[in-house]
């Protein structure tokens, strides 16, 4: 990924273990996530870098995504009562009996599949975690593994920790959105193909993917006996569009990891409660890397997303809002002179910037993330920090940023009347 890479931290080098040794894996690392410098430091990721400048700043956080409210008053009440109750050591390295029955009956409820609590459920530390250990897990140096290009910026660097090498398919924007290149994804999926990681809903780019790009995505993991890693942390967040598991296609089950987590669905982003399920011999594969990064984490934290999952209100009502948040934010980015893509899930949404551009006497959307603090007050992400540092994809995007709309209201119409200011005379 290409991020706006403030000079580097200086890294620790090792000078005495000799030129010869390479690098190591904490470079691969990233390297792979677009943070090395030329100069060997490192940057941090493109999250931190954007929210820092916003409260460096005062400029309003339209970048990293996480809401400026809390999930609902019970579920924190359930935390808050499991503390009390003395839940507080060491939670079963699987998860708590809970959790595990509450996803398990959540995918039951919500797409028809049959999941076994007991063998088939794996709790981790956030999505992130359970993307991390399923990677790390099943893949090597001399597999390839497949994701969308652009790409949530934690699959790059997991993929780059295995040693695999990564290779991408492109979604491209077009008047029924960003939709993947379907030839594209063909003619990436070598013999080496050893796993592809979906995402959908897509961050950044909004998209939904349709059964048929589905289909042809289980297509090529079957043709190359692929296992799909599937990331799902915004199932809930669409709007009208149908999010469709992985798992759920005509022989998937049995080589799909899936992924989500309770930050997105139910606003608890800090607490870092994910899960991940599949056949138990993939689970047990995963299990075996998991217990030895955290072992477990959130014992108290667990039972409580328990409640919250089996609770389908909430995230309903987050998705109704978010839809009308989505609204206001395209409709303010569209009277600034950006040309929107509109999100069909998640709370970000990608805006090309070709049209502000030149008269703001900026080169792209990296530089127009630069300045936006100063011209505006807003802060965003440049959409070329989720790609391949020159690939196709990240030239064809390169005026294009992504803006978050999980904010509240006032914020996100303070926000529209400070981008209303690019496009005035003088701006
Ligand atoms: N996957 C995607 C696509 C994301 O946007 C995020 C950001 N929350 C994550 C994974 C990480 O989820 P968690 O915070 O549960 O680790
Ligand atoms: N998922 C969040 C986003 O895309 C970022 C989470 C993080 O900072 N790693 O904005």
């Given amino acids: 990924m290409s991020t706006l890479h403030s000079p580097g931290r200086s890294a620790d080098r090792s000078p005495d273990r000799g030129q010869d040794r390479g690098r190591d894996r904490w470079q691969d690392t990233a390297s792979a996530a677009g943070l090395l410098a030329d100069d060997g430091g490192v940057a941090v990721t493109i999250f931190a870098e954007m929210s820092a400048l916003a409260v460096r700043t005062g400029a309003i956080n339209l970048g990293q995504g996480f809401p400026d409210v809390d999930g609902p008053g019970y579920v924190k009440e359930a935390a808050i009562a499991a503390i009390q109750e003395g839940r507080n050591q060491y939670a079963p390295g699987d998860g708590v009996p809970e959790l595990r029955r509450a996803v398990a009956e959540h995918q039951k409820r919500h797409y028809g599949l049959d999941v076994d609590p007991d063998t088939e459920v794996l709790v981790t530390t956030g999505a992130t975690e359970a993307l991390t250990a399923s990677i790390l897990a099943l893949t090597r140096a001399g597999d390839d593994v497949l994701t969308l290009e652009p790409f949530y910026d934690s699959h790059a660097a997991a993929i780059g920790m295995s040693g695999a090498t990564h290779v991408t398919a492109p979604l491209v924007p077009g008047p029924d959105g960003f939709r993947l290149d379907v030839d594209a994804l063909r003619a990436a999926a070598t013999p080496r193909l050893r796993m592809i990681v979906l995402n959908s809903p897509h961050n950044p780019t909004g998209a939904v993917l349709t059964r048929d790009e589905l289909a042809a995505v289980a297509a090529v993991a079957r043709e ?113 002179g950006f040309t929107v893509t509109r999100p069909e899930g998640t709370y970000f949404v990608m805006a090309d910037a070709a049209g502000l551009l030149p008269r703001l006497g900026l080169r792209d959307g990296v530089d127009l993330c630069r300045r936006l603090p100063e011209l505006a007050g807003v802060v965003a992400i440049p959409a070329t920090a989720f790609c391949h540092a020159g690939s196709p994809t990240a030239q064809a995007l390169a005026s294009h940023v992504r803006f978050t709309f999980v904010k509240q209201e006032a914020v996100l119409r303070e926000a529209a009347t400070r981008l209303a200011g690019l496009s005035l005379p003088g701006a």
């Fill in 224 to 336: 190359r006996d692929a296992i799909v890693v599937t990331d799902e942390v915004y199932e809930h967040l669409t709007f009208g569009a149908e999010h469709v598991p992985m798992a759920t296609l005509p022989g998937m089950a049995g080589r799909t990891l899936t992924i989500s987590s309770s930050g997105k669905t139910f606003s608890f982003t800090g607490w870092k409660i994910g899960w991940v399920h599949g056949p138990a011999h993939l689970i047990t594969a995963v299990r075996t890397v998991k217990q030895f990064l955290t072992y477990t984490s959130g014992a108290p934290f667990q039972p409580a997303v328990a409640r919250a999952l089996d609770d389908d209100d909430t995230p309903r009502e987050l998705a109704a809002s978010l839809a009308d948040r989505r609204d206001l934010l395209c409709a303010g980015l569209e009277a600034a």
